[in-house]
T-cell receptor, first 115, second 113 residues
Framework: DSGVTQTPKHLITATGQRVTLRCSPR?????VYWYQQSLDQGLQFLIQ???????AKGNILERFSAQQFPDLHSELNLSSLELGDSALYFC??????????????FGPGTRLLVL | GENVEQHPSTLSVQEGDSAVIKCTYSDSASNYFPWYKQELGKRPQLIID?????GEKKDQRIAVTLNKTAKHFSLHITETQPEDSAVYFC????????????FGKGTHLIIQP
């Protein structure tokens, strides 16, 4: 168990709908990262938040957005869902160690199926 | 942006033999290189990582080597065991807490009894 929690574990929805995925980082971690894992695209970085602020952006679609709240949990919002959005969505959290080095620990993931 | 190539995509070895997985990266500013192991349907788990200021790191049966000049890093697993069967991902980032990980496509390691 990494200490990172994600809900829900599974989500089934229809095209055109909107869903929200939730992540709680490990105690003390200020950074949250979101990744998407699919068979064709592999593991892709979407976006990072640090202490409530967006810090880095990866291959995140405009239909997707995220935020990090004062208690440091994060939500990833996916809208106008398409069949191709079906994937495993992971969040990871990290703490900066000495010298600015960091290690990312992954949560169990949310499996999204768009029908 | 960063691009990470990983080879081979599938690797089958006899139990007790060694396994080597290789990755190359494109961004010379990358300085953090973790390796993750992922079992089917589960989360990626960090097994070892290396920073750009060292060339090699070992943890029991697992070792990672880094050649910054060639932009190449490798994972070495010795005395493989059935529980080593999984998909292994290499990744790279600029580190410093302001960059996501760029992953390779993964290597499916199969340990034959």
């Amino acid at each position: 168990d990494s200490g990172v929690t994600q809900t829900p574990k599974h989500l089934i929805t229809a095209t055109g709908q909107r869903v929200t995925l939730r992540c709680s980082p490990r105690s003390g971690d200020l950074s949250v990262y979101w990744y998407q894992q699919s068979l064709d695209q592999g593991l892709q970085f979407l976006i990072q938040y640090y202490n409530g602020e967006e810090r880095a952006k990866g291959n995140i679609l405009e239909r997707f957005s995220a935020q990090q709240f004062p208690d440091l949990h994060s939500e990833l919002n996916l809208s106008s869902l398409e069949l191709g959005d079906s994937a495993l969505y992971f969040c990871a959290s990290s703490v900066l160690g000495a010298g600015g080095q960091e290690t990312q620990y992954f949560g169990p993931g949310t499996r999204l199926l768009v029908l | 942006g960063e691009n990470v190539e990983q080879h081979p995509s599938t690797l089958s070895v006899q139990e007790g033999d060694s396994a080597v997985i290789k990755c190359t990266y494109s961004d010379s500013a990358s300085n953090y290189f973790p390796w993750y192991k992922q079992e089917l349907g589960k989360r990626p788990q960090l097994i070892i990582d290396i920073r750009s200021n060292v060339g090699e790191k070992k943890d029991q049966r697992i070792a990672v080597t880094l050649n910054k000049t060639a932009k190449h890093f490798s994972l070495h697993i010795t005395e493989t065991q059935p529980e080593d069967s999984a998909v292994y991902f290499c990744a790279a980032s600029r580190g410093g807490g302001a960059d996501g990980l760029t992953f390779g496509k993964g290597t499916h390691l199969i340990i034959q009894p």
